[in-house]
């Protein structure tokens, strides 16, 4: 955990300490005079919010240490973090709740849809906070909390360093190549990170699907073998420059260039062990997807010899996303029954602007107000092309037009308070108003038929965060307690009633569609942590959580009449808000070098950390009704060889989950299966400057396994879906030039 660990008379004194001391210089001029203090000021201030607000930070150091080539792989091995699915689309998780619960920020905004942060290469990231109560200066977006990832900034010395990695996945080749180059000329100083990769994907999945009838008896079961796989190409480049305008004030810009495809598809064979056939024996998917993704940030800062601090900033993010798509299916006969094209292009654009003030108030008070402005717009053109085959499903030839608009308008004040040398507190106060406009066209050519609908939203949220940390006398113990007010807003997709179709539709395997009438979730959490500090880099924390959510949102199943097979059913699912949900969460976190107990064993660093979750509806009628996909426990422990002064290093670390079942509305209940998997690296420092690195991802890990099951009056219906799960290999160099 971050903060002071000296207890809060210490906190305090650095606090009188920053509020009083006159301004000073930068780095170099506090080296060169050492009565300027500016920096040990704003660490002060910065560490002692951090400290109150619970935040914990993961380090470069620990982000790099296995050699990954994704974030989202590193951060399966921090405490805490549970990750949901299968790489490639997977999700950062807090409590175990995904669905858009658990807050991703970049450089402290939230990230727009389409920008797959957890694809970025460690290599560009500083360090990755993470924050389970809500914060005043944060979107109070994060329901379950909030992961915030820090990019590098412009180095103050030189720097020059290759990273080259190979390895394989499934008898596949990976490859990948980062260069990091950095300096500094008097004011200016400049980085630039560029990044290649090219990696395999491959999810061999096995289906199998039964019906039954109102008195139990099998009707239907067929056998799905599906072999999904393609390959992941991206181009990264994160150029950053930094100019110093004067005493305590900086010009700073950073920019993220990711250009990617990923080229695959699918091919699925369906065999009917009992009743009739499915309506598709065969199909095959082809997809060529491309993107690419910037975002650019401008930003001034002052700090002041009063000990203010002035911050301003202008952001840019864009996605464009170009996918092409062929569909072909045939029936048991062996006859071609479908056949589709599909053009797709979506464009995701925002802008933001964010200014903050930040001023201590005598000598128990630092005061930080804020605003900060958004507009954000998708947009999205699909056109659809089917055959007119013999025997086959009716064509459904679509032109497609989406727009949705969103403006979001933040203010907040904070304040850091000091009450005395064993309590200090924040409290924090954040409005947030925000507008939702999505307009859609459908044209369906087939039919000569065209529907036009358009959604308009206004939400206004006060989310008030007050947060406590009691020092313990003669001790140097920690307890935290904070409560905040949260939200979560449905999102472009979840309103717009654009349908996503189901190749093989189903009570199982529906379509998809969005609900205009949607609201969106409303939290409020209670937030609690004890931390025991055990020795040098050594600590025990306990954390609680409780949030009850209004509002909540879960699927539900409709059966509408099929337009394309005439006396069939089509099955489609759709969001819905069904009152209240309540979550409960307890976490253990331990670390500390060995030696600290056996001071003549060997150089060995534990960490490790336990969470127990649980979730439960309140509004709806359901036995077993709790959120879907919370593992009810996850494992993270972990155990580094890293002696001062040896050329080798290496390490293990074991994850697992425990398996959930939770009911959901119109009879669904979806299930998920345990999970465990093992890491492995090693490192060898050849020369000061060289050093070759080996890991071994997900060994011995379990196949991901998940269930879905449809009761109702007629009948049931049972999907019970394998994803094979393989381990990789990576070999990587690294070269500081």
Do not use: C
Request: glycine share 10%.
């Amino acid at each position: 955990m971050t903060g002071l660990r000296g207890g809060a008379a210490q906190k305090a004194a650095l606090l009188m300490a920053a509020a009083t001391t006159p301004a000073g210089g930068w780095a170099q001029e506090a080296a060169a005079n050492p009565t300027q203090t500016v920096e040990v000021r704003s660490d002060a201030q910065q560490a002692q919010r951090a400290d109150i607000a619970g935040k914990r930070v993961v380090s470069r150091e620990e982000l790099l240490r296995h050699g990954d080539t994704q974030l989202l792989d590193a951060l399966r091995r921090v405490p805490g973090i549970t990750v949901l699915g299968s790489s490639g689309r997977a999700e950062l998780t807090l409590a175990g709740l995904g669905g858009g619960y658990t807050q991703i920020l970049l450089n402290g905004e939230p990230v727009p849809k389409g920008f797959a942060v957890e694809q970025l290469s460690p290599e560009l990231i500083e360090r990755v906070e993470i924050l389970r109560g809500g914060s005043a200066e944060w979107s109070a977006q994060g329901v379950a909390g909030s992961i915030n990832i820090v990019t590098r900034r412009a180095p103050r010395w030189a720097q020059r360093e290759l990273k080259l990695g190979t390895g394989a996945y499934e008898g596949r080749a990976r490859a990948s190549a980062d260069l990091s180059l950095g300096d500094k000329d008097g004011d200016l100083s400049w980085g630039l990170n560029l990044g290649l990769a090219h990696e395999p994907l491959r999810w061999p999945v096995s289906m199998v699907v039964q019906s039954r009838d109102a008195q139990g008896q099998l009707t239907q079961s067929y056998v799905t073998d599906k072999q999904e796989s393609g390959r992941d190409q991206s181009l990264t480049l994160a150029p950053r420059l930094a100019w110093r305008l004067g005493e305590g004030q900086q010009l700073s810009t950073d920019h993220l260039l990711r250009v990617f495809q990923t080229p695959g598809g699918s091919i699925d064979q369906r065999f009917a062990e009992q009743g009739p056939p499915p309506q598709l024996s065969r199909n095959q998917l082809v997809l060529e997807p491309r993107s690419v993704m910037l975002r650019s940030r401008l930003s001034w800062q002052l700090k002041q010899a009063d000990g203010s601090l002035w911050d301003a900033s202008l952001l840019y993010t864009g996605v464009r996303r170009n996918q092409v798509a062929d569909f072909v299916g045939d029936n048991a006969a062996g006859l071609r029954v479908r056949e589709t094209h599909v053009d797709s292009l979506a464009v995701d654009q925002s802008w933001s602007a964010s200014a903050k003030w930040q001023q201590p108030l005598g000598e128990a008070h630092t005061l930080a107000l804020g605003a900060n402005l958004e507009r954000a717009q998708r947009q999205e053109d699909r056109i659809q092309r089917e055959q007119a085959l013999p025997g086959g499903w009716l064509p459904e030839n679509l032109d497609e037009i989406y727009d949705a608009r969103v403006q979001r308008i933040a203010l907040f004040a904070q304040d850091d308070w000091v009450l005395s040398p064993a309590w200090t507190a924040s409290v924090g106060l954040r409005w947030e108003g925000l507008r939702t406009v999505s307009q859609s066209e459908q044209r369906n050519l087939s039919l000569a038929d065209t529907a036009v609908a358009s959604v308009r939203q206004s939400h206004s949220v006060w989310s008030p965060v007050l947060q406590a940390v009691w020092a313990v006398p003669d001790s140097k113990d920690q307890f935290k307690l904070g409560v905040s007010r949260s939200y979560r807003l449905p999102n472009a997709r979840e309103l717009t009633p654009r349908r996503y179709v189901a190749n093989e539709n189903s009570a199982v395997t529906p379509t998809n569609q969005g609900n205009p009438a949607l609201k969106p979730e409303l939290a409020w959490s209670l937030d609690g942590a004890w931390e025991h500090p055990l020795g040098p880099g050594a600590q025990l924390t306990v954390n609680a959580g409780v949030k009850r959510i209004d509002n909540v949102v879960l699927d539900e199943l409709l059966a509408e009449p099929s337009t394309q097979l005439p006396g069939t059913t089509t099955w489609v699912l759709r969001r819905a808000n069904f009152g209240r949900a309540e979550v409960f969460s307890l976490g253990l976190e331990a670390n500390g070098p060995l030696q600290r107990w056996w001071p003549d064993g060997p150089a060995l660093e534990l960490r490790g950390g336990l969470t127990l979750n649980r979730s439960r509806l309140l509004d709806v009628a359901l036995a077993g009704g709790r959120l879907p996909a919370q593992p009810p426990w996850a494992v993270n422990l972990g155990l580094d060889y890293r002696p001062k002064d040896g050329a080798l290093s290496g390490g293990v670390n074991v994850q697992a989950q425990g398996s959930s079942s939770a009911a959901q509305p119109s009879g669904r209940v979806l299930g998920f299966g345990a999970q465990r998997s093992v890491d492995v690296f090693g490192a060898w420092r050849q020369t000061p400057q060289s050093t070759w690195r080996m890991a071994l991802s997900q060994w011995l890990a379990r196949d991901e396994q998940e269930r879905i099951s449809v009761a109702q009056a007629t009948g049931s219906t049972r999907l019970d879906q394998r994803t094979q799960t393989r381990p990789s290999l990576r070999l990587s160099w690294e070269r500081k030039i």
